[in-house]
T-cell receptor
Framework: GAVVSQHPSRVICKSGTSVKIECRSL??????MFWYRQFPKQSLMLMAT?????????EQGVEKDKFLINHASLTLSTLTVTSAHPEDSSFYIC??????????????FGPGTRLTVT | AQSVAQPEDQVNVAEGNPLTVKCTYS??????LFWYVQYPNRGLQFLLK??????LVKGSYGFEAEFNKSQTSFHLKKPSALVSDSALYFC???????????????FGTGTQLKVEL
């Protein structure tokens, strides 16, 4: 099946620094990639949707200047958390969509990145 | 707006017994429904989906789900639970149409399944 990787799996950074998380579709080209945030024992919160070569679409309440998303190719999307603060500590998960129609809709998830801001 | 409800935060089952994880949805039109499983500190793994056709959908690891349109439910089931099935399970819906969030999955809050010996 389709594989999505994320790097790094864990990162600890100091408050005020920026962190970049990479999401790659390893054996397929993803028409769309999604970035989620998950708090302990809670569901996934969609942060933004990105399509290759265009600006990401952010969900309401998500600061686009704080969470920078770049979708440079059909196999790579990056999320940069700028000027990170402790409240940004969370589990970030990316996913990649395969298929352009609803009938062929498949969404594959990366293993997640645990961000801890000290 | 579409929504997905998983009424149980946790389900406990003895190994070998059948299990059911409940999911109900609220969405206009004909939705696509999905089940995903998440193991600790991991991303979500696809289990199965319903698009159309037979209301009983079979998926990975012996799981199946039954689509019930009249009750707007899509409960996940397995005839005989294993300890290794213990994980967090998410139900998700892809609404009908291509506008108003038609291309985005909406997830339930998750149900923690615990299978004990």
């Amino acid at each position: 099946g389709a594989v999505v990787s994320q790097h790094p799996s864990r990162v600890i950074c100091k408050s005020g620094t920026s962190v970049k998380i990479e999401c790659r579709s390893l054996d397929f080209q993803a028409t769309t990639m999604f970035w989620y945030r998950q708090f302990p024992k809670q569901s996934l919160m969609l942060m933004a949707t990105s399509n290759e070569g265009s600006k990401a679409t952010y969900e309401q309440g998500v600061e686009k200047d704080k969470f920078l998303i770049n979708h440079a190719s059909l196999t790579l999307s990056t999320l940069t958390v700028t000027s990170a603060h402790p409240e940004d500590s969370s589990f970030y998960i990316c996913s990649a969509r395969v298929g352009n129609s609803r009938a062929s809709y498949e969404q594959y998830f990366g293993p997640g990145t645990r961000l801890t801001v000290t | 707006a579409q929504s997905v409800a998983q009424p149980e935060d946790q389900v406990n089952v003895a190994e070998g017994n059948p299990l059911t994880v409940k999911c109900t949805y609220s969405v206009s039109g004909n939705p696509y429904l999905f089940w995903y499983v998440q193991y600790p500190n991991r991303g979500l793994q696809f289990l199965l989906k319903y698009i159309t056709g037979d209301n009983l959908v079979k998926g990975s690891y012996g799981f199946e789900a039954e689509f019930n349109k009249s009750q707007t439910s899509f409960h996940l089931k397995k005839p005989s639970a294993l300890v290794s099935d213990s994980a967090l399970y998410f139900c998700a819906v892809l609404p009908a149409g291509v506008t108003g969030g038609g291309n985005k999955l909406t997830f339930g809050t998750g149900t923690q399944l615990k299978v004990e010996l």
